[in-house]
C-alpha cells in the first residue's frame, strides 16, 4: 500500500534562517507530488506541484521553492524565512489525478 | 482559472441534526472527491464520485455529483460530534491537471 511521511511536524525557525521540509512516498511510481499552503481553518492553496524528476510547477509568487530529486522525494525549501510563511503546511500525492493523498503537515512558525 | 467555490464556510449545529454542504464551481470536473481535515492533520479523502449525478453513500453521509459535473453536495443525517472538522471538496482533471480545491467548509457539531 502507498503512505506518505512529512516532516517534522512542528517547526520553529527565526525570521532569515532557512527552511527545508521534505516528503516521500512509498508504494508508488511517478505519482504527481504537491505541495499546499493552509491558512488557519480554511482551505487548501496550491504553492508547487511536480510531474516528475526534476519537473516543478510554481503556482504563485513566493519567498520558496521547490526540488524533486527523486522519483518520490519533493522538498520544500526557502533561503530566507519571512513571517508571512508561518503556516501549515502539506505534502500530497495523487495518481491521475483522481483524489490526493496527503501527509500529516508541517506547522511552521517563523518568529 | 478553475475555482470551487463552498457553502457555507462555518456550520455550528447540534448533535442530531441534519446538514448540506455545497460546492459548487462553472468548471466541469472528470471528478470529484471529498475530504475531511481534523486539527492539526492532513486532509482524509471520504469519496470520490465521477459520474454525472452519482449518489454515493457513507453510513450518514450522503455525496452527489452534479448532472453536469459543476457542482456537489454533502449531506450529513443525525450529524454527531465525531463528524465535527474542515469538509473541502476537490475537483480533478483529465490528463495531467492539478487538483482544485474548495474553499472549505468548517463544521461544528456540539453534544
Known amino acids: 500500500s502507498q503512505t506518505i511521511h512529512q516532516w517534522p511536524a512542528t517547526l520553529v525557525q527565526p525570521v532569515g534562517s532557512p527552511l527545508s521540509l521534505e516528503c516521500t512516498v512509498e508504494g508508488t511510481s511517478n505519482p504527481n507530488l504537491y505541495w499546499y499552503r493552509q491558512a488557519a481553518g480554511r482551505g487548501l492553496q496550491l504553492l508547487f506541484y511536480?510531474?516528475?524528476?526534476?519537473?516543478i510547477s510554481s503556482e504563485v509568487p513566493q519567498n520558496l521553492s521547490a526540488s524533486r530529486p527523486q522519483d518520490r522525494q519533493f522538498i520544500l525549501s526557502s533561503k530566507k524565512l519571512l513571517l508571512s510563511d508561518s503556516g501549515f503546511y502539506l505534502c500530497?500525492?495523487?495518481?491521475?489525478?483522481?483524489?490526493?493523498?496527503f501527509g500529516q503537515g508541517t506547522r511552521l512558525t517563523v518568529v | 482559472t478553475q475555482l470551487l467555490e463552498q457553502s457555507p464556510q462555518f456550520l455550528s449545529i447540534q448533535e442530531g441534526e441534519n446538514l448540506t454542504v455545497y460546492c459548487n464551481s462553472s468548471s466541469v470536473f472528470s471528478s470529484l472527491q471529498w475530504y475531511r481535515q481534523e486539527p492539526g492533520e492532513g486532509p482524509v479523502l471520504l469519496v470520490t464520485?465521477?459520474?454525472?449525478?452519482e449518489v454515493k453513500k457513507l453510513k450518514r453521509l450522503t455525496f452527489q455529483f452534479g448532472d453536469a459535473r459543476k457542482d456537489s453536495s454533502l449531506h450529513i443525517t443525525a450529524a454527531q460530534p465525531g463528524d465535527t472538522g474542515l469538509y473541502l471538496c476537490a475537483g480533478g482533471g483529465t490528463g495531467f491537471q492539478k487538483l482544485v480545491f474548495g474553499t472549505g467548509t468548517r463544521l461544528l457539531v456540539s453534544p
Open positions: 511536480s510531474v516528475g524528476i526534476g519537473q
Open positions: 464520485v465521477v459520474t454525472g449525478g
Open positions: 500530497a500525492w495523487s495518481d491521475l489525478n483522481t483524489e490526493a493523498f
